[in-house]
C-alpha cells in the first residue's frame, strides 16, 4: 500500500466553465428511437455540458403536448426485433398484423420502466430541469400546422435551421 | 489502490480518489471531502447525502440523479443547484460511495 502525501486525490469534477457543448437533433418519432437522444442529453447535463435538443420531423411529436404521451414502437422493418431476454426473431412477415404495435410498444414500456428510467414527456421535465434547452423546428411546425401553444410550455421557440446552426456554434453534434 | 488521510484519518480510495470502504466514511470525513471540492455542507445537502448513504445500504449501489429525485424526493433541479455541474458524481464523492453506474 502506498500512502499519499498531500494534496490529496480529488476527483477531476472538471473546470468551473469548461465551454463543452452538445446539440442533438432529434428527427424521429418512434418510442424507440426517442430514447437515444434523451439519455445522451441527460448524461451531457449530468456531466455538466450545456445542451440543446433541435426536435425536427418525426421527433417533432417527442414535444407535441397532443403526441408525446402515445409515442409508439413497431417492430415491423427491424431485423434486429427479437423477443425479450431471447436470441430468437420473430418472422418479419408477422410484424403488421393486427395489434402488433400496440402489443410492442406496451412491452417496451414495461422494460424502460423496469429500468426506472422515465416516459418520454416527464425524461424532458427531468432534461429542463437539469438545465436542457428544447428548440423545435420551424418546417416541422409549418407543415404539422403547429405553433406554440401546441408545443410543451418549455420549448424556448420554434426556429429555423441556421437559427439552430448558428446558436450551436462550437457545440458537439448527434443526430438522431 | 491510495491510501489518503482525511480528518487526520487513514482513508481508502480509488485511483480517483472516490472512496472504497464504505465504513471508513462518517460525518468528519464528508465534510472535508465536500470542503476539497469547496461545497460548503448544509443541512438540504446533509438530506441527499444520508439518502444516499442509506439507499446504498439497502440497494448495494449508488443512487442516480433520478432515483434522488423519485425515491429521495429532492427535484434535479435542485440537485444541480446544491452541487453545481455534476451532481450525481459529486454527491457520490461526498457521500463516501462509487459513481453512479445507471444511465439514468
Known sequence: ?176 | MPVIEIAGRQISVNEEGFLTNFDEWDVDVATELAKQIEIPMTEERWKIINFLRDDFKVQGETATSRRVQTVGGVPVKEQFALFPKKPAKKMAYIAGLPKPKGCV
Open chain 1, 1 to 176: 500500500m502506498e500512502t499519499m502525501t498531500k494534496p490529496n486525490l480529488v476527483p477531476d469534477f472538471g473546470a468551473e466553465d469548461s465551454g463543452r457543448k452538445l446539440a442533438i437533433i432529434c428527427s424521429k418519432g418512434n418510442l424507440d428511437m426517442a430514447y437515444p437522444g434523451l439519455i445522451l442529453a441527460n448524461a451531457a447535463l449530468g456531466e455538466g455540458v450545456e445542451t440543446m435538443l433541435f426536435f425536427t420531423f418525426w421527433g417533432f411529436d417527442m414535444i407535441t403536448k397532443s403526441r408525446m404521451n402515445d409515442l409508439q414502437f413497431s417492430p415491423a422493418g427491424n431485423t434486429a426485433m427479437h423477443l425479450p431476454g431471447h436470441d430468437m426473431h420473430i418472422p418479419q412477415a408477422m410484424m403488421p398484423a393486427p395489434g402488433m404495435t400496440s402489443v410492442a410498444t406496451h412491452m417496451l414500456k414495461k422494460q424502460i420502466a423496469e429500468l426506472d428510467v422515465p416516459e418520454v414527456p416527464d425524461f424532458l421535465d427531468q432534461i429542463v430541469a437539469a438545465g436542457g434547452h428544447l428548440w423545435a423546428c420551424r418546417m416541422s411546425a409549418d407543415m404539422n400546422k403547429l405553433s406554440m401553444n401546441d408545443l410543451r410550455d418549455d420549448v424556448e421557440g420554434i426556429i429555423s435551421a441556421s437559427d439552430f446552426i448558428e446558436m450551436t456554434e462550437g457545440a458537439q453534434l448527434l443526430f438522431i
